[in-house]
Protein backbone atom coordinates (compact mmCIF):
# COMPACT_ATOMS: atom_id res chain seq x y z
CA UNK A 1 0.00 0.00 0.00
CA UNK A 2 1.20 3.33 -0.57
CA UNK A 3 0.80 6.28 1.84
CA UNK A 4 -1.63 9.04 1.02
CA UNK A 5 -0.05 11.48 3.63
CA UNK A 6 3.09 11.25 5.47
CA UNK A 7 4.05 13.64 8.48
CA UNK A 8 8.08 13.20 9.66
CA UNK A 9 8.83 14.98 12.78
CA UNK A 10 6.71 17.49 13.31
CA UNK A 11 6.50 19.60 16.01
CA UNK A 12 4.12 23.10 17.35
CA UNK A 13 4.72 24.83 20.60
CA UNK A 14 2.69 27.66 21.72
CA UNK A 15 4.57 29.61 24.28
CA UNK A 16 5.80 26.94 26.61
CA UNK A 17 3.59 24.43 25.53
CA UNK A 18 4.51 21.65 23.06
CA UNK A 19 1.27 20.89 21.34
CA UNK A 20 2.96 18.53 18.83
CA UNK A 21 6.14 17.18 19.66
CA UNK A 22 8.28 15.46 17.00
CA UNK A 23 5.17 13.58 15.52
CA UNK A 24 5.18 11.04 13.15
CA UNK A 25 2.73 9.24 11.32
CA UNK A 26 1.43 7.65 8.11
CA UNK A 27 -1.73 7.36 6.47
CA UNK A 28 -2.46 4.31 3.42
CA UNK A 29 -4.45 4.73 0.99
CA UNK A 30 -8.01 4.06 1.36
CA UNK A 31 -7.57 3.18 4.98
CA UNK A 32 -9.62 4.76 7.97
CA UNK A 33 -6.94 5.79 10.51
CA UNK A 34 -7.97 7.00 13.85
CA UNK A 35 -6.40 9.32 15.73
CA UNK A 36 -6.98 8.50 20.08
CA UNK A 37 -5.77 10.42 22.84
CA UNK A 38 -6.80 12.01 26.34
CA UNK A 39 -7.93 15.96 26.55
CA UNK A 40 -4.95 18.34 25.34
CA UNK A 41 -2.86 15.57 23.75
CA UNK A 42 -2.98 17.91 20.93
CA UNK A 43 -5.42 16.36 18.04
CA UNK A 44 -6.94 19.12 16.74
CA UNK A 45 -3.70 21.07 16.53
CA UNK A 46 -2.29 18.53 14.35
CA UNK A 47 -5.44 18.16 12.29
CA UNK A 48 -5.39 22.04 12.16
CA UNK A 49 -1.51 21.76 10.78
CA UNK A 50 -2.83 18.95 8.18
CA UNK A 51 -5.67 21.33 7.06
CA UNK A 52 -3.21 24.63 6.54
CA UNK A 53 -4.61 26.66 9.12
CA UNK A 54 -2.16 26.31 11.46
CA UNK A 55 1.66 25.70 10.40
CA UNK A 56 4.35 23.53 12.47
CA UNK A 57 7.63 24.86 13.82
CA UNK A 58 9.17 22.21 12.30
CA UNK A 59 8.99 18.82 10.58
CA UNK A 60 7.15 18.13 7.05
CA UNK A 61 4.19 16.85 6.10
CA UNK A 62 3.70 14.70 2.74
CA UNK A 63 0.31 14.52 0.87
CA UNK A 64 0.75 12.33 -2.10
CA UNK A 65 4.50 12.46 -2.34
CA UNK A 66 4.24 16.56 -2.16
CA UNK A 67 5.53 18.74 0.22
CA UNK A 68 2.27 20.85 1.32
CA UNK A 69 3.84 21.70 5.18
CA UNK A 70 3.34 25.45 4.34
CA UNK A 71 0.59 25.20 1.92
CA UNK A 72 -2.17 27.06 2.66
CA UNK A 73 -5.15 26.07 3.35
CA UNK A 74 -7.39 27.14 -0.05
CA UNK A 75 -4.87 25.29 -1.67
CA UNK A 76 -4.74 22.46 -0.15
CA UNK A 77 -8.08 21.72 -0.46
CA UNK A 78 -8.50 21.75 -4.50
CA UNK A 79 -5.40 18.76 -4.04
CA UNK A 80 -8.17 16.92 -2.65
CA UNK A 81 -8.20 17.56 1.05
CA UNK A 82 -11.07 18.14 3.54
CA UNK A 83 -12.05 18.64 6.81
CA UNK A 84 -14.77 18.55 9.64
CA UNK A 85 -14.68 20.90 12.18
CA UNK A 86 -15.02 19.57 16.26
CA UNK A 87 -16.91 22.89 16.82
CA UNK A 88 -19.43 23.32 14.38
CA UNK A 89 -18.42 24.63 11.77
CA UNK A 90 -20.99 26.14 9.24
CA UNK A 91 -21.87 29.16 8.01
CA UNK A 92 -25.22 29.65 10.22
CA UNK A 93 -26.83 32.39 8.48
CA UNK A 94 -26.92 30.57 5.01
CA UNK A 95 -29.70 27.41 4.19
CA UNK A 96 -28.40 23.72 4.82
CA UNK A 97 -28.45 23.16 1.08
CA UNK A 98 -26.00 26.60 0.75
CA UNK A 99 -23.44 25.41 3.07
CA UNK A 100 -23.52 21.95 0.49
CA UNK A 101 -23.19 24.22 -2.36
CA UNK A 102 -20.76 26.09 -1.41
CA UNK A 103 -18.27 22.79 -1.18
CA UNK A 104 -19.44 21.59 -4.32
CA UNK A 105 -18.79 24.82 -6.03
CA UNK A 106 -15.10 25.45 -4.61
CA UNK A 107 -14.60 22.04 -6.60
CA UNK A 108 -15.44 23.63 -10.21
CA UNK A 109 -12.78 26.32 -10.01
CA UNK A 110 -13.03 29.86 -9.45
CA UNK A 111 -16.12 31.69 -8.12
CA UNK A 112 -15.34 35.36 -9.37
CA UNK A 113 -18.94 35.03 -11.20
CA UNK A 114 -20.91 38.08 -10.49
CA UNK A 115 -24.14 37.62 -12.94
CA UNK A 116 -25.78 34.73 -12.55
CA UNK A 117 -28.06 33.76 -8.72
CA UNK A 118 -26.56 30.77 -7.27
CA UNK A 119 -29.91 29.60 -6.72
CA UNK A 120 -31.31 29.05 -10.31
CA UNK A 121 -28.08 26.32 -10.95
CA UNK A 122 -29.90 23.61 -11.21
CA UNK A 123 -27.27 21.07 -11.54
CA UNK A 124 -25.69 22.40 -8.30
CA UNK A 125 -28.81 22.36 -5.97
CA UNK A 126 -29.46 18.80 -7.25
CA UNK A 127 -25.93 17.60 -6.39
CA UNK A 128 -26.28 18.94 -3.01
CA UNK A 129 -29.85 17.30 -2.62
CA UNK A 130 -27.79 14.08 -3.35
CA UNK A 131 -25.12 14.69 -0.96
CA UNK A 132 -27.88 15.67 1.96
CA UNK A 133 -29.84 12.80 1.09
CA UNK A 134 -26.84 10.66 2.01
CA UNK A 135 -26.86 12.00 5.15
CA UNK A 136 -30.11 11.68 5.89
CA UNK A 137 -31.24 15.60 5.81
CA UNK A 138 -32.47 16.17 2.56
CA UNK A 139 -36.15 17.41 3.82
CA UNK A 140 -34.10 20.01 5.17
CA UNK A 141 -32.50 21.41 2.71
CA UNK A 142 -33.94 24.74 2.89
CA UNK A 143 -33.72 25.08 6.21
CA UNK A 144 -32.12 27.66 8.04
CA UNK A 145 -28.43 26.39 9.21
CA UNK A 146 -28.96 27.47 12.56
CA UNK A 147 -32.43 26.20 13.32
CA UNK A 148 -31.11 22.90 13.05
CA UNK A 149 -29.80 20.48 15.71
CA UNK A 150 -26.63 19.48 17.18
CA UNK A 151 -26.51 16.09 16.03
CA UNK A 152 -27.67 17.28 12.48
CA UNK A 153 -24.96 20.19 12.27
CA UNK A 154 -22.49 17.17 12.51
CA UNK A 155 -23.83 15.54 9.83
CA UNK A 156 -23.87 18.08 7.76
CA UNK A 157 -20.35 18.50 8.31
CA UNK A 158 -19.73 15.21 6.61
CA UNK A 159 -21.71 16.03 3.55
CA UNK A 160 -19.57 18.96 3.40
CA UNK A 161 -16.95 16.80 3.41
CA UNK A 162 -18.50 14.78 1.03
CA UNK A 163 -19.21 17.49 -1.26
CA UNK A 164 -15.22 18.46 -1.33
CA UNK A 165 -15.04 14.55 -3.36
CA UNK A 166 -11.84 14.86 -1.03
CA UNK A 167 -9.41 11.70 -1.20
CA UNK A 168 -8.06 12.51 2.15
CA UNK A 169 -11.05 13.12 4.86
CA UNK A 170 -9.77 14.96 7.95
CA UNK A 171 -12.47 14.17 10.17
CA UNK A 172 -12.52 16.38 14.08
CA UNK A 173 -14.56 14.68 16.42
CA UNK A 174 -17.66 14.27 14.04
CA UNK A 175 -19.36 12.20 17.44
CA UNK A 176 -18.59 15.43 19.75
CA UNK A 177 -21.91 15.82 21.61
CA UNK A 178 -23.52 13.71 19.70
CA UNK A 179 -26.31 11.34 21.83
CA UNK A 180 -26.36 7.35 21.63
CA UNK A 181 -28.73 6.83 19.47
CA UNK A 182 -27.15 9.76 16.88
CA UNK A 183 -23.64 8.04 17.54
CA UNK A 184 -24.63 4.90 15.91
CA UNK A 185 -26.06 6.70 13.29
CA UNK A 186 -22.82 8.43 12.77
CA UNK A 187 -21.34 5.73 13.00
CA UNK A 188 -23.40 4.04 10.19
CA UNK A 189 -22.41 7.04 8.15
CA UNK A 190 -18.58 6.54 8.30
CA UNK A 191 -19.16 3.01 7.39
CA UNK A 192 -20.71 3.78 4.53
CA UNK A 193 -18.26 6.27 3.25
CA UNK A 194 -15.21 4.18 4.13
CA UNK A 195 -13.20 3.30 1.77
CA UNK A 196 -13.85 5.13 -0.58
CA UNK A 197 -11.56 7.73 0.76
CA UNK A 198 -8.90 7.91 2.77
CA UNK A 199 -10.11 8.95 6.35
CA UNK A 200 -7.88 10.69 9.27
CA UNK A 201 -10.44 10.20 12.20
CA UNK A 202 -10.01 12.21 15.61
CA UNK A 203 -12.35 10.92 17.92
CA UNK A 204 -12.92 10.23 21.70
CA UNK A 205 -15.87 7.92 21.29
CA UNK A 206 -13.87 4.82 22.01
CA UNK A 207 -16.32 2.18 20.62
CA UNK A 208 -16.90 4.31 17.27
CA UNK A 209 -13.12 4.52 17.06
CA UNK A 210 -12.56 0.33 17.49
CA UNK A 211 -15.68 0.03 15.41
CA UNK A 212 -14.67 1.88 12.66
CA UNK A 213 -10.92 2.28 12.15
CA UNK A 214 -8.53 0.27 10.28
CA UNK A 215 -5.58 1.16 12.24
CA UNK A 216 -5.31 3.19 15.08
CA UNK A 217 -2.38 5.80 16.53
CA UNK A 218 -2.13 6.79 20.49
CA UNK A 219 -1.90 10.25 21.21
CA UNK A 220 0.02 11.47 24.25
CA UNK A 221 1.19 15.21 24.93
CA UNK A 222 1.80 16.01 21.03
CA UNK A 223 3.74 12.19 20.79
CA UNK A 224 2.33 9.55 19.26
CA UNK A 225 3.50 6.00 21.51
CA UNK A 226 1.76 3.48 19.61
CA UNK A 227 0.44 2.49 16.24
CA UNK A 228 -1.37 -0.21 14.82
CA UNK A 229 -4.86 -2.24 14.61
CA UNK A 230 -7.41 -2.28 17.24
CA UNK A 231 -6.31 -5.44 18.70
CA UNK A 232 -2.72 -4.61 18.76
CA UNK A 233 -3.57 -1.22 20.48
CA UNK A 234 -6.10 -2.58 22.79
CA UNK A 235 -3.25 -5.49 23.93
CA UNK A 236 -0.57 -2.12 24.09
CA UNK A 237 0.17 -1.89 27.15
CA UNK A 238 1.59 1.50 27.17
CA UNK A 239 -1.20 2.59 25.78
CA UNK A 240 -3.18 0.90 28.41
CA UNK A 241 -0.96 2.52 30.89
CA UNK A 242 -1.24 6.20 29.82
CA UNK A 243 -4.63 6.14 28.12
CA UNK A 244 -7.35 3.16 28.35
CA UNK A 245 -6.51 2.54 31.87
CA UNK A 246 -7.92 5.85 32.84
CA UNK A 247 -10.91 5.78 31.22
CA UNK B 1 -39.13 38.72 -4.92
CA UNK B 2 -38.66 38.74 -0.66
CA UNK B 3 -40.10 41.51 1.50
CA UNK B 4 -37.06 43.15 1.76
CA UNK B 5 -37.14 44.03 -1.81
CA UNK B 6 -40.29 44.99 -1.46
CA UNK B 7 -39.57 47.33 1.25
CA UNK B 8 -36.85 48.42 -1.14
CA UNK B 9 -39.31 49.06 -4.02
CA UNK B 10 -41.30 50.55 -2.46
CA UNK B 11 -38.82 53.35 -1.24
CA UNK B 12 -37.50 53.93 -4.72
CA UNK B 13 -41.40 54.54 -5.67
CA UNK B 14 -41.39 56.98 -3.12
CA UNK B 15 -38.07 58.40 -3.73
CA UNK B 16 -39.33 58.72 -7.24
CA UNK B 17 -42.37 60.35 -6.77
CA UNK B 18 -41.77 62.79 -3.70
CA UNK B 19 -38.91 65.26 -4.74
CA UNK B 20 -41.06 65.93 -8.06
CA UNK B 21 -43.76 67.00 -6.18
CA UNK B 22 -41.25 68.62 -3.76
CA UNK B 23 -40.44 71.25 -6.75
CA UNK B 24 -44.12 71.46 -7.94
CA UNK B 25 -45.00 73.03 -4.54
CA UNK B 26 -41.86 75.69 -4.49
CA UNK B 27 -40.18 73.13 -1.51
CA UNK B 28 -36.87 73.49 -2.56
CA UNK B 29 -35.22 72.69 1.04
CA UNK B 30 -37.03 69.20 0.95
CA UNK B 31 -35.74 68.62 -2.44
CA UNK B 32 -32.36 68.95 -1.47
CA UNK B 33 -32.78 67.13 1.73
CA UNK B 34 -34.24 64.18 -1.35
CA UNK B 35 -30.99 64.76 -3.15
CA UNK B 36 -28.99 64.31 -0.30
CA UNK B 37 -30.81 61.75 0.87
CA UNK B 38 -30.60 59.69 -2.43
CA UNK B 39 -26.87 60.35 -2.66
CA UNK B 40 -26.23 58.80 0.61
CA UNK B 41 -28.40 55.70 0.09
CA UNK B 42 -25.83 55.11 -2.99
CA UNK B 43 -22.77 55.65 -0.46
CA UNK B 44 -24.62 53.46 2.33
CA UNK B 45 -25.52 51.00 -0.27
CA UNK B 46 -21.92 50.48 -1.10
CA UNK B 47 -20.69 50.09 2.33
CA UNK B 48 -23.40 47.37 3.05
CA UNK B 49 -22.02 45.00 0.47
CA UNK B 50 -18.52 45.01 2.44
CA UNK B 51 -20.23 45.43 6.11
CA UNK B 52 -23.62 43.55 5.79
CA UNK B 53 -22.77 40.95 3.01
CA UNK B 54 -19.11 40.67 3.81
CA UNK B 55 -18.27 41.36 7.20
CA UNK B 56 -15.95 43.27 6.83
CA UNK B 57 -16.46 46.96 9.02
CA UNK B 58 -14.91 49.88 7.43
CA UNK B 59 -14.55 52.92 9.39
CA UNK B 60 -12.94 54.83 6.11
CA UNK B 61 -15.72 54.63 3.26
CA UNK B 62 -15.84 58.47 3.85
CA UNK B 63 -12.32 58.60 2.09
CA UNK B 64 -13.90 57.11 -1.28
CA UNK B 65 -17.14 59.69 -1.07
CA UNK B 66 -14.33 62.87 -0.45
CA UNK B 67 -11.76 61.47 -3.22
CA UNK B 68 -14.85 60.87 -5.42
CA UNK B 69 -16.03 64.41 -4.83
CA UNK B 70 -12.55 65.94 -5.44
CA UNK B 71 -12.30 63.82 -8.71
CA UNK B 72 -14.92 66.36 -9.92
CA UNK B 73 -13.80 69.42 -8.23
CA UNK B 74 -10.23 69.16 -9.22
CA UNK B 75 -10.32 69.01 -12.89
CA UNK B 76 -13.24 71.57 -12.47
CA UNK B 77 -10.94 74.08 -10.70
CA UNK B 78 -8.11 73.39 -13.58
CA UNK B 79 -10.53 74.47 -15.96
CA UNK B 80 -11.60 77.69 -14.78
CA UNK B 81 -7.89 78.48 -13.15
CA UNK B 82 -5.53 76.43 -15.75
CA UNK B 83 -2.94 74.33 -15.44
CA UNK B 84 -2.83 69.89 -14.97
CA UNK B 85 -3.89 70.54 -18.37
CA UNK B 86 -4.17 66.45 -18.48
CA UNK B 87 -7.37 66.53 -16.13
CA UNK B 88 -8.61 70.13 -16.67
CA UNK B 89 -12.16 69.17 -17.99
CA UNK B 90 -15.79 69.30 -17.26
CA UNK B 91 -16.87 66.69 -19.27
CA UNK B 92 -18.89 64.47 -16.81
CA UNK B 93 -17.74 61.19 -18.17
CA UNK B 94 -14.00 61.71 -17.52
CA UNK B 95 -14.91 63.15 -14.43
CA UNK B 96 -17.09 60.55 -13.13
CA UNK B 97 -14.45 57.89 -14.95
CA UNK B 98 -11.62 59.56 -12.82
CA UNK B 99 -14.10 59.43 -9.67
CA UNK B 100 -14.45 55.65 -10.20
CA UNK B 101 -10.71 54.79 -11.58
CA UNK B 102 -9.28 56.68 -8.32
CA UNK B 103 -11.18 55.30 -5.60
CA UNK B 104 -11.11 51.78 -6.98
CA UNK B 105 -7.35 51.92 -6.92
CA UNK B 106 -7.03 53.62 -3.19
CA UNK B 107 -9.10 50.82 -2.16
CA UNK B 108 -7.48 48.60 -4.15
CA UNK B 109 -3.77 49.60 -2.39
CA UNK B 110 -5.41 50.26 1.02
CA UNK B 111 -7.76 46.57 0.92
CA UNK B 112 -4.63 44.64 0.16
CA UNK B 113 -3.10 45.90 3.48
CA UNK B 114 -6.51 46.42 5.67
CA UNK B 115 -7.97 42.77 4.61
CA UNK B 116 -4.90 41.14 6.31
CA UNK B 117 -5.94 42.48 9.92
CA UNK B 118 -9.87 41.22 11.24
CA UNK B 119 -11.82 42.84 13.77
CA UNK B 120 -11.28 45.54 15.61
CA UNK B 121 -7.83 45.90 13.78
CA UNK B 122 -9.62 46.45 10.64
CA UNK B 123 -11.91 49.17 12.14
CA UNK B 124 -8.81 50.92 12.82
CA UNK B 125 -6.80 50.34 9.96
CA UNK B 126 -9.34 51.44 7.36
CA UNK B 127 -10.21 54.32 9.09
CA UNK B 128 -6.68 55.38 9.54
CA UNK B 129 -5.99 55.65 5.69
CA UNK B 130 -9.27 57.15 5.51
CA UNK B 131 -7.57 60.20 8.04
CA UNK B 132 -4.09 59.73 5.72
CA UNK B 133 -6.49 61.04 2.87
CA UNK B 134 -8.01 63.57 4.97
CA UNK B 135 -5.06 65.31 6.24
CA UNK B 136 -3.52 64.94 2.58
CA UNK B 137 -6.55 66.99 1.45
CA UNK B 138 -5.70 69.17 4.33
CA UNK B 139 -2.34 70.02 3.16
CA UNK B 140 -2.79 70.85 -0.13
CA UNK B 141 -3.54 74.78 -0.18
CA UNK B 142 -4.03 74.77 -3.55
CA UNK B 143 -7.19 72.99 -3.43
CA UNK B 144 -8.45 75.27 -0.43
CA UNK B 145 -6.85 73.20 2.54
CA UNK B 146 -9.27 72.82 5.08
CA UNK B 147 -11.49 75.59 3.62
CA UNK B 148 -12.69 73.53 1.19
CA UNK B 149 -13.17 74.29 -2.62
CA UNK B 150 -16.05 75.71 -4.45
CA UNK B 151 -16.97 73.64 -7.71
CA UNK B 152 -17.43 76.73 -9.88
CA UNK B 153 -18.92 74.16 -12.90
CA UNK B 154 -20.91 71.59 -12.03
CA UNK B 155 -19.72 68.08 -14.51
CA UNK B 156 -21.24 68.51 -18.36
CA UNK B 157 -23.23 65.53 -19.64
CA UNK B 158 -24.73 65.38 -22.95
CA UNK B 159 -28.71 65.90 -22.88
CA UNK B 160 -29.20 66.48 -19.10
CA UNK B 161 -28.30 69.57 -17.19
CA UNK B 162 -27.14 69.07 -13.44
CA UNK B 163 -27.57 72.57 -12.70
CA UNK B 164 -31.31 71.62 -12.93
CA UNK B 165 -32.04 70.18 -9.48
CA UNK B 166 -34.38 67.96 -10.52
CA UNK B 167 -32.45 66.89 -13.66
CA UNK B 168 -29.93 66.34 -10.70
CA UNK B 169 -32.15 64.42 -8.39
CA UNK B 170 -33.25 62.09 -11.85
CA UNK B 171 -29.45 61.13 -11.99
CA UNK B 172 -28.79 60.38 -8.63
CA UNK B 173 -32.09 58.14 -8.30
CA UNK B 174 -31.37 56.56 -11.63
CA UNK B 175 -28.19 55.82 -10.02
CA UNK B 176 -28.89 54.36 -7.03
CA UNK B 177 -31.46 52.14 -8.52
CA UNK B 178 -28.75 50.54 -10.55
CA UNK B 179 -26.47 50.62 -7.70
CA UNK B 180 -29.22 48.63 -5.82
CA UNK B 181 -30.22 46.17 -8.48
CA UNK B 182 -26.17 45.85 -8.90
CA UNK B 183 -25.70 45.11 -5.31
CA UNK B 184 -28.52 42.64 -5.70
CA UNK B 185 -26.83 40.77 -8.78
CA UNK B 186 -23.60 40.47 -6.72
CA UNK B 187 -24.98 38.98 -3.56
CA UNK B 188 -27.06 36.51 -4.96
CA UNK B 189 -24.09 35.40 -7.23
CA UNK B 190 -21.88 32.67 -6.85
CA UNK B 191 -19.18 35.41 -5.77
CA UNK B 192 -21.74 36.76 -3.09
CA UNK B 193 -22.09 33.45 -1.75
CA UNK B 194 -18.40 33.07 -1.26
CA UNK B 195 -18.36 36.50 -0.07
CA UNK B 196 -20.81 35.88 3.01
CA UNK B 197 -19.62 32.67 3.34
CA UNK B 198 -16.49 34.26 4.46
CA UNK B 199 -18.44 36.20 6.68
CA UNK B 200 -20.04 33.73 8.28
CA UNK B 201 -17.00 30.90 8.99
CA UNK B 202 -13.70 31.42 6.86
CA UNK B 203 -11.95 28.74 8.61
CA UNK B 204 -14.32 27.00 6.45
CA UNK B 205 -14.38 28.63 3.43
CA UNK B 206 -10.52 28.36 3.09
CA UNK B 207 -10.41 24.62 4.29
CA UNK B 208 -12.88 24.17 1.25
CA UNK B 209 -10.60 25.86 -1.23
CA UNK B 210 -11.92 29.53 -1.21
CA UNK B 211 -9.25 31.88 -0.92
CA UNK B 212 -11.30 34.54 1.03
CA UNK B 213 -8.69 37.36 1.04
CA UNK B 214 -9.28 37.47 -2.71
CA UNK B 215 -12.54 37.53 -2.73
CA UNK B 216 -12.92 40.38 0.38
CA UNK B 217 -10.24 42.17 -1.57
CA UNK B 218 -12.81 42.11 -4.71
CA UNK B 219 -15.81 43.66 -2.56
CA UNK B 220 -13.34 46.16 -1.20
CA UNK B 221 -12.46 47.70 -4.54
CA UNK B 222 -16.24 46.86 -6.02
CA UNK B 223 -17.60 49.17 -3.25
CA UNK B 224 -14.79 51.39 -2.98
CA UNK B 225 -15.30 52.43 -6.34
CA UNK B 226 -19.19 52.97 -5.57
CA UNK B 227 -18.78 54.80 -3.10
CA UNK B 228 -16.58 57.56 -4.87
CA UNK B 229 -19.32 57.48 -7.59
CA UNK B 230 -21.61 58.48 -4.95
CA UNK B 231 -19.11 60.94 -4.28
CA UNK B 232 -18.83 62.23 -7.55
CA UNK B 233 -22.83 62.84 -7.25
CA UNK B 234 -22.47 64.55 -3.81
CA UNK B 235 -19.61 67.22 -5.14
CA UNK B 236 -22.55 68.28 -8.05
CA UNK B 237 -25.01 68.82 -5.36
CA UNK B 238 -23.01 70.77 -3.06
CA UNK B 239 -20.92 72.40 -5.44
CA UNK B 240 -18.31 72.90 -2.14
CA UNK B 241 -15.79 70.14 -1.19
CA UNK B 242 -13.97 70.12 1.86
CA UNK B 243 -11.88 67.59 3.48
CA UNK B 244 -14.71 67.83 6.44
CA UNK B 245 -16.28 65.43 3.74
CA UNK B 246 -14.08 62.62 4.20
CA UNK B 247 -13.57 63.01 8.35
CA UNK B 248 -14.17 59.84 10.07
CA UNK B 249 -17.36 61.13 11.81
CA UNK B 250 -18.98 61.14 8.24
CA UNK B 251 -17.25 57.22 8.25
CA UNK B 252 -19.41 56.71 11.26
CA UNK B 253 -22.40 58.08 10.21
CA UNK B 254 -22.51 55.65 6.92
CA UNK B 255 -21.94 52.63 9.23
CA UNK B 256 -25.25 54.47 11.29
CA UNK B 257 -27.57 54.31 8.03
CA UNK B 258 -26.37 50.76 7.31
CA UNK B 259 -26.75 49.47 10.69
CA UNK B 260 -30.24 51.56 11.30
CA UNK B 261 -31.81 50.72 8.55
CA UNK B 262 -30.48 46.90 8.51
CA UNK B 263 -26.60 45.65 7.60
CA UNK B 264 -26.60 43.04 4.67
CA UNK B 265 -30.50 43.84 3.16
CA UNK B 266 -31.06 45.49 0.38
CA UNK B 267 -33.62 48.53 1.99
CA UNK B 268 -31.68 48.66 4.48
CA UNK B 269 -29.25 51.35 3.71
CA UNK B 270 -31.99 53.49 1.86
CA UNK B 271 -34.13 53.06 4.74
CA UNK B 272 -31.15 54.17 6.98
CA UNK B 273 -30.10 57.23 5.27
CA UNK B 274 -34.06 58.15 4.96
CA UNK B 275 -34.44 57.55 8.72
CA UNK B 276 -30.70 59.11 9.86
CA UNK B 277 -31.80 62.32 7.14
CA UNK B 278 -35.19 62.85 8.81
CA UNK B 279 -33.76 62.16 12.37
CA UNK B 280 -31.13 64.59 11.71
CA UNK B 281 -33.61 67.65 10.41
CA UNK B 282 -36.52 66.84 13.14
CA UNK B 283 -34.11 66.48 15.91
CA UNK B 284 -31.68 69.35 15.04
CA UNK B 285 -35.17 71.62 14.87
CA UNK B 286 -35.29 70.92 18.80
CA UNK B 287 -31.77 71.38 19.80
CA UNK B 288 -28.15 71.93 19.04
CA UNK B 289 -27.85 68.35 20.77
CA UNK B 290 -29.32 66.67 18.50
CA UNK B 291 -26.63 63.62 18.48
CA UNK B 292 -27.41 62.79 22.17
CA UNK B 293 -31.17 61.31 21.06
CA UNK B 294 -29.91 60.38 17.86
CA UNK B 295 -27.87 58.03 19.56
CA UNK B 296 -30.14 56.87 21.67
CA UNK B 297 -32.53 56.07 19.17
CA UNK B 298 -29.28 54.02 17.62
CA UNK B 299 -28.99 52.39 20.98
CA UNK B 300 -32.53 51.23 21.23
CA UNK B 301 -32.29 49.73 17.23
CA UNK B 302 -29.04 47.56 18.03
CA UNK B 303 -30.52 46.19 21.27
CA UNK B 304 -34.10 45.68 20.32
CA UNK B 305 -34.37 45.24 16.83
CA UNK B 306 -32.37 42.30 14.44
CA UNK B 307 -31.82 43.26 11.14
CA UNK B 308 -32.26 47.29 11.97
CA UNK B 309 -35.48 49.09 10.89
CA UNK B 310 -35.73 46.74 7.43
CA UNK B 311 -35.69 43.19 9.77
CA UNK B 312 -38.66 45.18 11.97
CA UNK B 313 -40.58 46.26 8.72
CA UNK B 314 -40.38 43.06 6.97
CA UNK B 315 -41.16 41.19 10.39
CA UNK B 316 -38.25 39.04 10.19
CA UNK B 317 -34.49 39.48 11.20
CA UNK B 318 -31.99 40.65 8.29
CA UNK B 319 -29.56 37.97 7.91
CA UNK B 320 -29.24 36.29 4.79
CA UNK B 321 -32.40 37.71 2.74
Redesign the interface.
Known amino acids: MTQILRVDGLNKSFGGITATDNLTLGVETGELHAIIGPNGAGKTTLIGQL???QFPDTGRITYKDRDITRL???????LGI??S?QIT???????VI?NV???L???QGH?????????KDKALRDGALALLDRVGLADKADR?TVALSHGEHRKMEIA?ALG?KAELMLLDEPMAGLGAEESVQMVELLRSIKGRHSILLIEHDMDAVFALADRISVLVYGHIIATGTPDEIRANEAVQHAYLGEE | MTRQDWIAVIMLALLAVLPPLFIWTGQYFWMDLATRLVILAIAASSLNLVLGFGGLVSFGHAAFVGLGAYAVGIPAYHWLYGGMDAIAVTNGFTQFGLAIGVTAFFALITGMICLRTRGVYFIMITMAFAQMIYYGIVSIEEYGGDDGLVIDTRSEFPLIDLDDPLQLYGLCWVSLLVVVLFVR??V???????L??G???E??????????YA?QL?AYVISGAICGYAGALLGNFTTFISPEMMDWTRSGELMFMVILGGASTLAGPIIGATMFIVLEEVLSSWTVYWHLPFGLFLILVVLYIRGGLTGLLSGKKG??E
Do not use: H
Not at chain 1, 111 to 119: D, E, G, K, T
Not at chain 2, 188 to 194: A, E, Q
Not at chain 2, 203 to 212: C, D, F, H, I, P
Open positions: SGLPAYRRAPARFSLVMEMSDTLARAKSFRFIRAVRPIA | MIRSRFGMVQGKGNERMATLGYNVYVEG
